[in-house]
């Protein structure tokens, strides 16, 4: 069952973005890790920046959210907390070595300042779990970018996709012939 997010978690999330963009990262909120029966753990935002270097970031608001019992999925090669500044205060202690923390302040207007507090411990990423995050990535932004089209076209409205709509396996396809033309169904390879 889908968690319903605060109102102060999407301010927070919605100004995050915005963050991670004025520093050249490509993010996406709410990405789900992985294929298939892998797909367990959903980070709150993920990011790539240029040199493709993943950035898990998990926000949390108070501090039963900080204590929850809820996966934290700290998988990129950097990873932060992002938390209300009264947070941090209350939960500093109890943050893990190696987990960095970005602070947010509600600004006027209901816009959010962040920032830095905290420097996490790079990880070494293999090559597989860097196409694994990669392609959770992509997955999950062309989920958003869909749910846009639903959302603000009127040919789309009320329409549900028919199964055959949805993009094939990118694990049953790779090495399946493709030699960069398009298939019988006019899907490039």
Not at 22 to 49: K, N, Y
Not at 109 to 119: H, I, L
Request: a negative charge; proline letters at 4%.
């Amino acid at each position: 069952m889908a968690e319903i997010k605060s109102e102060l978690t999407d301010k927070i999330e919605i100004g995050l973005l915005y963050e991670l963009r004025s520093r050249g990262q490509f993010a996406v909120p709410e990405v789900t890790i992985g294929w298939g029966g892998h797909r367990h753990e959903r980070v709150d935002c993920l990011s790539m920046d240029c040199a493709e270097r993943f950035r898990c970031y998990e926000i949390k608001i108070s501090k039963s959210d900080f204590r929850s019992k809820a996966a934290k999925t700290f998988v990129g090669h950097l990873n932060y907390f992002v938390l209300p500044v009264e947070l941090y205060r209350d939960v500093k202690a109890e943050i893990p070595a190696g987990i960095g923390v970005f602070l947010c302040a509600e600004k006027r207007y209901g816009d959010y300042k962040f920032w830095q507090e905290t420097t996490p411990k790079r990880n070494e990423l293999t090559p597989e779990h860097i196409r694994i995050l990669k392609n959770s990535l992509i997955r999950s932004a062309c989920r958003d970018a869909f749910q846009y089209i639903l959302n603000c076209s009127e040919k789309y409205e009320n329409r549900q996709p028919e199964p055959e709509e949805y993009p094939f396996n990118c694990e049953e396809q790779e090495g399946a012939g493709c030699n960069g033309q398009a298939d019988e169904k006019g899907v490039d390879c």
